[in-house]
């Protein structure tokens, strides 16, 4: 008889603890993902020669607008009916967990508005550009729900199925239901997202090229994958069961709509050609206050 193949998951969430303080593998991951996604829009400054200043700055816009809107969506979303009433725990209880990545992806468009606006440049242009740190940073926070045991799949019986040990601790082993892994699911799809969006930033030019082609790919990439994983995941909310579709997939569907517009606009216009790039007044690093720097990108 041949034993069928899987994967014994007992992962420990917690990286070290300190009474009852703890930091998580979870929490580390959305920090290497929000630390990735600054170093990365550095380089973009830099390769298109703009100040430092607009590189830092996207910390207080970018990086505090997801957080604060992933745990507000993650709320809002699919426990409204708990937080609404005692609002102040989307706060204070933040440390039992929960973040939404359809919270985290509004709370980044405006975000990114605001940051656009501080330092005077089209909206499009950094969302062409956060796209690329944002499908990579994707792919980490999966691995963080991966390390914690969460966001898990259906039964299978797949050769690469997992048996999360930590979801039925009273069990043993050889009682334990084999699962996709669809936190590996989507991280892959992400990575392979990251890698389109990363050749045509930096092997095509279609970032100043196609304006919007990268968002609208981005878009295409996370929630597309997002919408047709779901069909393997177990309801993540109770209210979820019975449904068509799933909150994460209703909530993806104006994001894939919005992300074919925007490819469809980007070849719908003339392409940009880099002698014909557009000038933009950016705020200087000069210490004088009246003085503007103009650059190309």
Request: charged share 20%; glycine share 10%; net charge positive.
């Amino acid at each position: 008889m041949i034993t069928p193949l899987y994967v014994v998951w007992n992962f420990n969430p917690v990286l070290f603890s300190i009474g009852s303080f703890e930091i998580r593998y979870y929490g580390l991951m959305w920090a290497v993902a929000l630390l990735l996604g600054g170093y990365m829009f550095n380089i973009f400054c830099k390769k298109e020669r703009l100040p430092q200043s607009v590189a830092d700055s996207i910390f207080i816009y970018g990086v505090l607008a997801t957080v604060i809107g992933a745990r507000v969506g993650h709320c809002l979303f699919y426990e409204p009916g708990y937080y609404l009433p005692q609002p102040w725990t989307i706060i204070t209880e933040i440390r039992n967990g929960g973040m939404a990545s359809h919270g985290a992806a509004v709370g980044l468009l405006i975000g990114l508005w605001l940051f656009s606006r501080k330092n005077k440049l089209p909206y499009i242009w950094s969302l062409d550009r956060v796209m690329i740190p944002v499908a990579i940073g994707g792919a980490i926070v999966r691995f963080g729900n991966l390390f914690n045991s969460e966001i898990v799949g259906c039964e299978c019986d797949v050769p690469w199925g997992f048996k999360f040990m930590r979801l039925h601790y009273d069990l043993p082993v050889e009682m334990v239901p084999v699962q996709h892994p669809t936190q590996l699911y989507e991280a892959l799809c992400y990575i392979i997202t990251f890698g389109i969006l990363a050749w045509m930033y930096f092997g095509r030019d279609w970032g100043r090229r196609r304006p919007g082609l990268l968002f609208g790919v981005g878009l295409e990439g996370i929630f597309l994958t997002r919408f047709f994983i779901e069909f393997v995941k177990v309801e993540q909310e109770a209210f979820e069961k019975g449904m068509l579709l799933d909150m994460g997939q209703l909530l993806s569907i104006p994001f894939i709509l919005l992300g074919g517009w925007m490819i469809w606009r980007a070849f719908a216009r003339p392409e940009v050609k880099p002698a014909e790039s557009v000038k933009k007044t950016v705020s200087s690093e000069n210490t004088h206050p009246k003085k503007k720097k103009t650059v190309k990108w």
